[in-house]
């Protein structure tokens, strides 16, 4: 797990052969003008989720893990509280994991909690479990999904 702000993200970018051009895009996209849903970045494998959501609480936020692809997680308005947790201590499935959708949910709590503040960035890789929209307050959000 990643978590920093967008004018730091060239450090990151020889991590993936395709951070460069989705910090490229979250960087140079009008958010003012791209409406909620998903936007294709770059051919049918890189993509972002563009969403503005209430939160639900750290009660109602439950763990989520992805197997295919790699959530950099940006916020555009609000504050977004994520939990995290190492998926290697993660045993209580909340449902099965979906495949088609790239998603499962788990039971257990996360292991810390922090902030994602306007401009900053969250990475989660498959070996990170994350909790979004653990707060209270609205928040407007991109996840970019990079393939693994």
């Not at 450090?11 to 958010?31: P, T």
């Not at 890189?46 to 609480?57: F, I, T």
Request: aromatic share 12%; no cysteine; glycine share 6%.
């Amino acid at each position: 797990m990643i978590l920093d702000h967008l004018d730091r993200a060239y450090s990151y970018a020889s991590f993936h052969r395709r951070f460069s051009e989705a910090f490229d895009f979250l960087r140079n996209a009008e958010w003012q003008s791209i409406e909620d849903g998903r936007h294709l970045i770059e051919g049918d494998d890189l993509y972002v989720l563009v969403s503005s959501d209430q939160g639900r609480g750290r009660e109602n936020s439950a763990l989520e893990v992805h197997r295919r692809f790699i959530d950099i997680q940006f916020v555009i308005a609000g504050n977004e509280v994520i939990g995290w947790r190492s998926v290697t201590t993660l045993r209580d499935a909340k449902t099965p994991f979906d495949g088609s959708r790239d998603i499962g949910f788990f039971s257990e709590q996360p292991e810390s909690w922090f902030i994602v503040s306007p401009g900053s960035f969250a990475i989660f890789f498959p070996t990170d479990a994350h909790a979004p929209l653990a707060g209270s307050a609205k928040v407007r959000k991109a996840v970019v999904k990079v393939p693994v």
